[in-house]
């Protein structure tokens, strides 16, 4: 098969590639530069269709595969830029380069939250914490699993309402 005659067989298919592009994407302009890419890789890749092929399904797999390359291109672009006026604080942290002195106020700011929880909250979070089980808890503070797992969640709002400001939105 010749070149011309490969291209005047994928210009024959186009308004079948229309059809299938508009299960893609919902705009019409849209689809149509799906399409013309599509076209556009097929005759440029024409030394890679192997003669006996199904040519539709051949170039619909070229479209379905340039669509997901460009919609996991925008979504990447769409992640880091940030296109809103105000910027977050987590974007912020995201783009300062961190230092220890940040790390230090933040352990500050965790012991300090630690530190203004009562005894009845901060053993059963502590242990928690450090990776024992609620029975073992219960166990060891001779108190009702039940009224552990109370405290351990009661301990977690409280430090969630002192570290409010480092909230992730």
């Known amino acids: 098969m010749t070149k011309n005659e490969f291209d005047n067989m994928v210009i024959e298919q186009s308004d079948s590639l229309k059809l299938y592009a508009r299960n893609f994407t919902s705009d019409y302009e849209d689809a149509n530069d799906l ?3 599509t076209i556009l890789k097929a005759v ?7 003669e006996g092929t199904n040519l539709k399904g051949w ?8 669509f997901i390359n460009n919609y996991r291109r925008i979504v990447k672009t769409n992640s880091f830029i940030t296109k809103d006026e105000d910027i977050s604080n987590s974007n912020l942290l ?4 961190s230092n220890q002195g940040e790390s230090k106020f ?5 012991h300090e939250a630690l530190s203004s929880l009562s ?3 901060y053993i059963p ?10 029975h073992e808890i219960s166990e060891h503070l001779n ?6 797992k109370t405290r351990i969640h009661v301990a977690r709002k409280l430090m969630k309402r002192s570290l409010s400001a480092y909230k992730v939105a």
């Open 143 to 148: 108190i009702p699993i039940g009224t552990v």
């Open 94 to 97: 995201m783009s300062a380069s």
């Open 59 to 66: 170039l619909y797999t070229i479209m379905k595969n340039t």
């Open 125 to 134: 979070f502590s242990l928690y914490f450090e990776g024992f089980k609620y």
């Open 119 to 121: 005894d009845e909250y």
């Open 44 to 50: 440029t890749y024409f030394k890679n269709f192997k």
């Open 35 to 37: 399409v013309q890419d």
């Open 106 to 110: 933040v352990m500050e700011d965790i």
